[in-house]
């Protein structure tokens, strides 16, 4: 299955930089960035452009932020699901460990990579 990144700035390239840098090249991982110059009509075209044709997972930075609107927009043309919150982690389990039976596990499988650690304890 492969993975559409969606972003502010250049969030998604980065972390799409960070994936292939930690497992090498990913022909299934597709990223964009929403410029500050850009519209979200022309960023949604963009976004169309892109789009595989077979199954896909589109992963996004922040709900209700332009690319995530811009991805429920689309959704209504083409049936994929929407993960928010999209960080390293999260990536790296949807390229290395996705199929469409258990993209439900990711958010609870990333969620425990997130910590606070204090330093001195």
Do not use: C, W, Y
Not at 112 to 121: A, F, R, Y
């Amino acid at each position: 299955m492969k993975v559409v990144l969606l972003s502010h700035g250049k969030m998604a390239e980065g972390i799409h930089q960070a994936v292939e840098m930690i497992t090498g090249p990913q022909k299934d991982l597709l990223s964009l960035g929403l410029l500050e110059s850009e519209s979200p009509k022309e960023f949604m075209d963009r976004v169309r452009a892109i789009l595989p044709e077979e199954a896909f997972t589109v992963l996004v930075d922040l709900r209700g932020g332009t690319p995530f609107n811009v991805a429920s927009l689309l959704q209504r043309e083409k049936r994929f699901p929407i993960l928010t919150g999209m960080n390293l982690p999260m990536v790296l389990e949807a390229v290395l460990g996705m199929d469409e039976q258990n993209i439900d596990g990711i958010p609870e499988k990333t969620r425990v990579s997130i910590e606070l650690l204090k330093g001195g304890e």
